[in-house]
């Protein structure tokens, strides 16, 4: 293999490194956005059991001063208590549905990185490929090794242009 293939196997090396290093950093950051929707929706869940158990204490107070002032639970009453749960647990499921909704947001945010960081390896590749071909046909031209090309620029013949006059 000679040197030309060499260096393009670097430039290609490089490409390809490059874009393993993106597509890592992506999926770093979606097992971040999976890990924060988990732990947003776990604290939704934990905050819905306390709103539901805030809720069944206040009508079991509501329960105990109706009994203490003699009212028999019945009529009214039951229905009082009765919306007092169904606020409860309207409030508790509007909390565990927030929470389901920002983990689905979040697994889709992570769903999407992962996809930016394919795209950002395969385009490593490509541009390892594109700088592969490129340092080849520099290196092949003689670009550096004082091969020289008619007409091109070159600081060490005597008019810079690779003519000796």
């Not at 000679?2 to 196997?9: D, M, P, T």
């Not at 929707?37 to 206040?58: H, Q, S």
């Not at 208590?81 to 992570?110: F, M």
């Not at 490929?129 to 340092?135: F, K, N």
Request: glycine share 16%; net charge positive; aromatic share 8%.
């Amino acid at each position: 293999m000679g040197a030309e293939a060499l260096v393009g196997l670097i430039g290609l090396g490089a490409g390809i490194w490059q874009g393993y290093q993106q597509k890592r950093a992506y999926n770093e950051q979606a097992n971040q956005f999976d890990a924060d929707g988990m732990l947003l929706e776990d604290e939704a869940f934990r905050e819905a059991n306390l709103i539901e158990d805030e809720g069944r204490r206040f009508a079991d107070s509501q329960k105990m001063a109706y009994l203490g002032s003699g009212v028999q639970i019945g009529g009214s009453a039951v229905v009082t208590l009765a919306q007092t749960d169904k606020w409860a647990k309207t409030k508790a499921d509007a909390v565990r549905s927030r929470g389901r909704a920002l983990r689905a947001y979040n697994e889709r945010s992570g769903v999407l990185a992962r996809r930016q960081g394919t795209a950002s390896f395969i385009g490593g590749i490509a541009k390892g490929v594109t700088s592969a071909v490129g340092l080849y046909g520099t290196a092949k031209a003689g670009f550096g090794s004082g091969k020289g090309l008619k007409g091109t620029y070159d600081p060490r013949s005597p008019d810079n242009w690779g003519h000796n006059p």
